[in-house]
């Protein structure tokens, strides 16, 4: 599955932003999809996953109440809703494909070319 994610920019603090994730190839809805992001000099941290019928997500504590992840499976597209964004959101964001939702990356099979979001206090 091909993956390509869009929607990063330039935000304020407090801020609103909304990623998307689009799907080609293999059937989208076989696949539980995850987003992860990366700031400059740290490593890839998960941040939301949901599972292939959208039943289920997982988020991480960082962005809990903040970040909401949702899918169109009609669409082959899995979105990534930003709210109340601080500086620490920065980072380049990529969407993955997965067998199960899971937080963890290595269990990620496919990614996304990311998306970079930056925040500005």
């Known amino acids: 599955v091909q993956l390509q994610a869009s929607g990063g920019g330039l935000v304020q603090a407090g801020g609103s932003l909304r990623l998307s994730c689009a799907a080609s190839?293999?059937?989208?809805?076989?696949?539980?999809m995850g987003w992860f992001r990366q700031a400059p000099g740290k490593e890839r941290e998960f941040v939301v996953a949901?599972?292939?019928?959208?039943?289920?997500?997982y988020t991480a504590d960082s962005v809990k109440g903040r970040f909401t992840i949702s899918r169109d499976n009609a669409k082959n597209t899995v979105y990534l809703q930003m709210n109340s964004l601080k500086p620490e959101d920065t980072g380049v964001y990529y969407c993955?494909?997965?067998?199960?939702?899971?937080?963890?990356?290595?269990?990620?099979?496919?990614w996304g070319q990311g998306t970079l979001v930056t925040v500005s206090s």
């Open positions: 993955a494909a997965a067998v199960g939702a899971t937080p963890h990356i290595s269990q990620y099979d496919y």
């Open positions: 190839g293999r059937t989208f809805s076989s696949y539980a």
């Open positions: 949901i599972t292939r019928s959208g039943g289920s997500t």
